[in-house]
């Protein structure tokens, strides 16, 4: 029997590498999500309750993966009333998205001072409510409210993110071409203004750290990024502000996940402010947060263990 790691990949010869090229398992992959029932008629085991008998049924629909997987957007939104109505209402009716299928779009109010809320809800979005601030808080919670989705699709609700370069990053996962798949807007067309120098000057050191201390090949710490959820899930991620999508990435390389990196382009945003790159203290938190995330888990290995809801808080809004 061939040997797997606790995502169903076999052992891989080298670490994931950029511009679409995978790596190459040692040995035939084996999706350990499969499971094998027995039931009363099968093995002489007792008979099941109903109550039993669905809540197996569940446990397995969650294990196994559907022939047509079901995408959710996980849009975090602060302070994002000028733009998050017009991205919503673009993405549901964007052809790409929709053909993907896109079944729905979760944005996470993460305790915004204005209408966002409002004004994602009235465009067809799903609210949920995260007051905690942090970006990786946010993203948790959009990834918990979206308990029937196989894939989550993170993108950002200002307008910055590419509809049509997102859906190509949602099919690199439907189509089994890779467990993340990540957008690189400095590997794409930037708008003007739309990432400051500041930005490209964090991007350009995390992302060679990255490459220096796990061989990880990526030109970007972009928000647009696809992953099944429960890949998500056993991640075990931790860094609930900026530091999320760095651990996530690092993480993922440790697991010998199969990481692809795509160009996309990036436009200017439709409103509001950044939270990042709008201030110079916002810019120095993140960049702190991001070297930080880029040691802490220098160690981490994943667990064998079947991968756990988040526990993190977020509601209905």
């Known amino acids: ?73 996980v849009m975090p939104a602060l302070n994002e009333a000028a733009a998050v109505g017009a991205q919503v209402r673009a993405a549901l009716a964007h052809p790409a998205l929709r053909a993907l299928p896109l079944a729905r779009i979760v944005v996470v109010d993460n305790g915004s001072d204005d209408a966002t809320a409002a004004v994602a809800r009235a465009a067809g979005a799903e609210v949920v409510s995260e007051p905690r601030r942090g970006y990786g808080r946010a993203c948790f919670a959009g990834a918990r409210a979206a308990h029937d989705a196989d894939i989550l699709l993170l993108m950002d609700a200002d307008g910055s993110d590419d509809l049509t370069d997102a859906a190509r990053v949602a099919r690199l996962v439907m189509d089994d071409q890779a467990d993340l798949a990540i957008g690189s807007r400095t590997r ?7 990432l400051t120098p500041q930005q490209r000057a964090g991007n ?44 996530m990435l690092v993480k993922a390389t440790r697991a010998g996940l199969r990481i692809v990196e795509i160009p996309v382009n990036y436009h200017r945003r439709a409103g509001g402010a950044s939270k990042v790159s709008g201030t110079l203290a916002g810019t120095l938190r993140a960049g702190w947060r991001i070297l930080v995330a880029t040691l802490r888990y220098a160690r981490w290995r994943p667990s064998a263990s079947r991968p756990r809801e988040p526990r993190v808080g977020g509601s209905r809004a």
Do not use: C, F, K
Not at 210 to 229: C, K, N, Q, T
Not at 237 to 242: A, D, Q
């Open 1 to 73: 029997m061939p040997m797997v790691n606790a995502y169903g990949h076999a052992p891989r010869l080298s670490v994931p590498t950029q511009r679409g090229e995978l790596s190459a398992p040692t040995s035939a992959t084996t999706n350990i999500r499969t499971t094998i029932t027995t039931d009363a008629t099968e093995g002489g085991g007792a008979m099941l309750t109903l109550p039993e008998r669905l809540d197996r049924e569940e446990r397995e629909e969650t294990r196994q993966p559907r022939a047509n997987p079901r995408v959710a957007i």
């Open 188 to 194: 794409g067309r930037v708008e003007s203004g739309a």
């Open 204 to 247: 350009a050191v995390a992302t060679l750290l990255m490459r220096l201390l796990y061989g990880a090949r990526v030109s970007d710490l972009g928000p647009l990024r696809a992953i099944r959820r429960e890949t998500l899930l056993a991640l075990d991620m931790r860094e609930m502000t900026y530091g999320w999508s760095t651990e």
